[in-house]
């Protein structure tokens, strides 16, 4: 993976995961509230999470989630700076199904995130073909919260808790 910035391409200003990716990346996210924040899903099965202002040590966290990531979605709380959610990740990962992930140095008012496991909150299996789509369902409070699914194959979408 290669991070470029944008007033100055013609070389990316750091490389990341030369030898730490398994397989290639597949989906990347920028989090919606804390600015530095970001996190990287890959075929390898793994979500990671990573801090800008310390690339040259860059992993914070990294969790497997049963199955190549295909689609990483933050928490909609996380848009409104909501802490309680701010570290919650909602993952397709293909075979795997979906998970839900959170990283809890995210959650609260810190500002330095240290590096930690990450947990993984809950799982969905019933597709039974790959899950490439994952999105949360909200209803204004975290308590009133549901993720809905699809698979390609299978033709199926599944709304669930």
Known sequence: MKVWDIRQTQ???????DTEFEAGVTAISSHPSLDNIFAVGSYDEHVRLYDYRKMAEPLL?????????WRIKWHP?????????????LVAAMHGGCRIVNFPSLDGGMEEYTAEEADVLSEFTAHE???YGADWISFGSPELEAAASCSFYDRKAYIWE
Do not use: D, I, N, Y
Not at 11 to 17: C, E, L, T
Not at 61 to 69: D, I, M, R, T, Y
């Open 11 to 17: 070389r990316p200003v750091h490389k990341v995961g």
């Open 61 to 69: 966290s990294k969790v497997s989630v049963g199955g190549g990531v």
């Open 129 to 131: 073909s790959m899950a």
């Open 77 to 89: 709380s996380t848009w409104s700076g909501e802490s309680s959610c701010r570290g919650k990740l």
